[in-house]
Structures are given as structure tokens and as C-alpha cells.
Nanobody, 122 residues
């Protein structure tokens, strides 16, 4: 069974920071790329960031480049999304997901967490 659980969401002021974590069950993080997605009310889900299983390559949506950093610790089966310089438009439910790299970047991942709310006030 593959299960992903996000944590770390909450309320932040514009310009502030939050760090999201994703805990994975089993060896999933040792075999799959990890991605972060977000969805705001009334909007489509959008890609945020991705990292290969090795951690050697990352990819970010233009909207978060230079502000967000994705990382992972395969020994702990965890992933992280460090969010700095937060903007009100970052407000959304954030989801972590796992699948092959190409699926994370171009498709719909097979495995998802339950999501964690991030709210940025202005």
C-alpha cells in the first residue's frame, strides 16, 4: 500500500514562509519521483514542483521559481516543499504525489496525499 500524508500547512503573511512535508509509506520515495500540486477553490489543479527519486533534478512552475524549493530524504521516506516569499495567490490546498518523473511533470500521478491547506494573507 502506498500512502502519502502532507503536513505543515497553515496561515502565513505575505512575504512569509512555510515548509510542507510529505511522509510516504513503504519504499515509494525510493522508486518514484515526487511532485507537489495545488488547487485553489474554483480553479484547476496546477503543477508546482517535482523532484526525481535521486534528488538530482528538479523542476518548478514559473510562478514559484526562486521562491519554492523541493527536496527529499529517501532514507526517511519524506519529501519537503520549502515555500518562501509567499504571496496571496499561493493560497490553495497543496498535495504531494508520486509517480514516474514524466508522469509527474506531464500527466496525472497515481498516488496522492490528502492535501494540506495553505493560506497567505495580505
Amino acid at each position: 500500500q502506498v500512502q502519502l500524508v502532507e503536513s505543515g500547512g497553515g496561515l502565513a503573511q505575505a512575504g512569509g514562509s512555510l515548509r510542507l512535508s510529505c511522509a510516504a509509506s513503504g519504499p515509494a520515495l525510493s522508486n518514484y519521483a515526487m511532485g507537489w500540486f495545488r488547487q485553489a477553490p474554483g480553479k484547476e489543479r496546477e503543477f508546482v514542483a517535482a523532484i526525481r527519486w535521486s534528488g538530482t533534478s528538479t523542476y518548478y512552475a514559473t510562478s514559484v521559481k526562486g521562491r519554492f524549493t523541493i527536496s527529499r530524504d529517501n532514507a526517511k521516506n519524506t519529501g519537503s516543499l520549502q515555500m518562501n516569499s509567499l504571496k496571496p495567490e499561493d493560497t490553495a490546498v497543496y498535495y504531494c504525489a508520486e509517480d514516474f518523473w514524466g508522469v509527474i511533470v506531464h500527466g496525472t500521478p497515481r498516488y496522492w496525499g490528502q492535501g494540506t491547506q495553505v493560506t497567505v494573507s495580505s
